[in-house]
């Protein structure tokens, strides 16, 4: 059974906004907390993570546009995207592990538990 579940996604124009959630079970103890995305011919792309004690990291991509967030009362990760650009069109994955996350996410290859995915589009 998937534990851990997206929403939000949708299509935007370029420059738009959207916040996507992750909602997690309460059961369930997950340190380290993290989005990605994949495009067809494209090698998953780790985008932010952030640790049960707030550290946050993010891919240079999405630097001052994305913001990652999480509710811990609510048991649910965001993922706040702004000034969005066509580029961000992607399959989006919500991910957790339960070590410390490593300040460069496409370094962590810890993640053992994702989302289904949830799509994103931004057109021109």
């Known amino acids: 059974q998937v534990q851990l579940a997206e929403s939000g996604g949708g299509s935007v124009q370029a420059g738009g906004s959207l916040k996507l959630s992750c909602k997690y079970p309460e059961t369930v103890s997950y340190y380290c907390m993290g989005w990605f995305r994949q495009t067809p011919g494209r090698e998953r792309e780790g985008l932010a993570s952030r640790d049960q004690d707030g550290t946050r990291n993010y891919a240079d991509s999405v630097k001052g546009r994305f913001t990652i967030s999480r509710d811990n009362a609510e048991n649910t990760l965001y993922l706040q995207m702004d000034s969005l650009k066509p580029e961000d069109t992607a399959l989006y994955y919500c991910?957790?592990?339960?070590?410390?996350?490593?300040?460069?996410?496409?370094?962590?290859?810890?993640?053992?538990?994702w989302g289904q995915g949830i799509q994103v589009t931004v057109s021109a």
């Open positions: 991910a957790a592990h339960p070590f410390v996350c490593d300040s460069d996410i496409a370094r962590d290859t810890q993640f053992n538990t």
